[in-house]
T-cell receptor
Framework: DTGVSQDPRHKITKRGQNVTFRCDPI?????LYWYRQTLGQGPEFLTY????????KSRLLSDRFSAERPKGSFSTLEIQRTEQGDSAMYLC??????????????FGPGTRLTVL | AQSVAQPEDQVNVAEGNPLTVKCTYS??????LFWYVQYPNRGLQFLLK??????LVKGSYGFEAEFNKSQTSFHLKKPSALVSDSALYFC???????????????FGKGTKLSVKP
C-alpha cells in the first residue's frame, strides 16, 4: 500500500494558461474524489468517480474544470484558462467503496496551484 | 443542509495535559462523522470515524472522539497531549440520508492545535 499519490506537488502558472493534475489512488480503491482547499478553509468537494464513471459534481466545478478517470485507475483534473481565484491546494482521495456512506477516504499530499 | 462547525480556530495545550477539539454538526439523517489531521504542506490523514454503535470511538495515535446525538457533537480528545500532535484538525460529516450520494464529505474550517513543551 503506497498511498494516494499526486503529481505535480506544486504548479505555478500564468493567468489564462491550462494546467493538468494527476492522481493515482490506492490500488483496488474503486472510488476517487477531488477536493479544493484554500487557505484557512477546510477542503471543499469538487467531484467523485466510481470506477470510470463520474457520479457527482459540485457547483464549484465550473465549465473550465474537467476531470477524467478513463480506465478506472488514475484520474486527471484539468483547469482551462486559469484565473487567480483558482489558486488553491487540490486534494485527491480514494476509498475502497465497500462500506457505503461509512467508507473512509484516504487523501494524497495535494497539488498546490499558484496562478500569477 | 449538511454542515459542520469547529468553534475554535486555535487550541493551546501544555504537553501532558488532556486536549479537546470541538466539533458540532447538522444533518438531516443519520450522521457519519470523521476526524482528519493535516500537517504543514501535507494531505489529510484519517484519525477516526463514527458510523454506528458505541458513542466512544478510538482512533490512531491515542485519539478518541465522543459522539453525542442530543448535543449534535463529535469532540476529539486525547488524555495526554504530545508536542508532535501540533497540527490542523478537521471534522467532517457525511449525511446518511443521501443513500445515493456517497461522494462528498463536508468539512469544518479546521482547528489549529498547538502543544507547548
Amino acid at each position: 500500500d503506497t498511498g494516494v499519490s499526486q503529481d505535480p506537488r506544486h504548479k505555478i502558472t500564468k493567468r489564462g494558461q491550462n494546467v493538468t493534475f494527476r492522481c493515482d489512488p490506492i490500488s483496488e480503491h474503486n472510488r476517487l474524489y477531488w477536493y479544493r482547499q484554500t487557505l484557512g478553509q477546510g477542503p471543499e468537494f469538487l467531484t467523485y468517480f466510481q470506477n470510470e464513471a463520474q457520479l457527482e459534481k459540485s457547483r464549484l466545478l465550473s465549465d473550465r474544470f474537467s476531470a477524467e478517470r478513463p480506465k478506472g485507475s488514475f484520474s486527471t483534473l484539468e483547469i482551462q484558462r486559469t484565473e487567480q481565484g483558482d489558486s488553491a491546494m487540490y486534494l485527491c482521495a480514494s476509498s475502497l467503496g465497500l462500506a457505503g456512506v461509512g467508507d473512509t477516504q484516504y487523501f494524497g499530499p495535494g497539488t498546490r496551484l499558484t496562478v500569477l | 443542509a449538511q454542515s459542520v462547525a469547529q468553534p475554535e480556530d486555535q487550541v493551546n495545550v501544555a504537553e501532558g495535559n488532556p486536549l479537546t477539539v470541538k466539533c458540532t454538526y447538522s444533518v438531516s439523517g443519520n450522521p457519519y462523522l470523521f476526524w482528519y489531521v493535516q500537517y504543514p504542506n501535507r494531505g489529510l490523514q484519517f484519525l477516526l470515524k463514527y458510523i454506528t454503535g458505541d458513542n466512544l470511538v478510538k482512533g490512531s495515535y491515542g485519539f478518541e472522539a465522543e459522539f453525542n446525538k442530543s448535543q449534535t457533537s463529535f469532540h476529539l480528545k486525547k488524555p495526554s497531549a504530545l508536542v508532535s500532535d501540533s497540527a490542523l484538525y478537521f471534522c467532517a460529516v457525511r449525511d446518511g440520508i443521501y443513500g445515493g450520494s456517497q461522494g462528498n464529505l463536508i468539512f469544518g474550517k479546521g482547528t489549529k492545535l498547538s502543544v507547548k513543551p
